[in-house]
């Protein structure tokens, strides 16, 4: 929305320009655009403000209702584990359910770190090429032939 606002004409950057989120997700939900003789652009860009603004806001209902009825959950489940920094409801939530389904893949910490996808990747270094062409890095490596005496 921040970004449609800078591109937008000036009376429409300057009113929503400095809003925090949420006073920008309420202002831009309740906009009633009405459409102007010639003004085609500023009605789609507040139909479009509109449009997103109600989304961001229906998204943080849900998402608070859902929290709502997660919170209960995970406090009978592991109610140690909101307690740690930084978790919270939905890393909670995620963590149980990766737990739950899958006890016999908890052998060491790095599996359960691989089952939580976080563990570091391993990657294979890739081999510096002779030559800067791509057919002499990817050619088959042949044995070197001794000479014979």
Known sequence: ?????????HA?????????PKALINATSALRPRKAS???VTYTTLIVLRELGQRARNLREE??????????????????????YRVGIDTAAKLLIAAGDNPERRHSE??????????????RRARPLGTGSTA????RRTRRSTPSC
């Open 136 to 139: 002499a890095g990817t050619a």
């Open 12 to 20: 429409i950057r300057d009113r929503f320009e400095g809003l925090p």
């Open 63 to 84: 998402t608070n209702r859902l929290n709502a009825l997660l919170r209960p959950l995970i406090n009978d489940t592991a109610p140690e584990l909101l307690a740690v």
């Open 1 to 9: 929305m921040r970004n449609i606002c800078f591109c937008a004409d």
């Open 38 to 40: 010639n003004d085609t």
């Open 110 to 123: 790095a599996a359960w770190a691989h089952l939580c996808g976080v563990a570091r990747s391993r990657r």
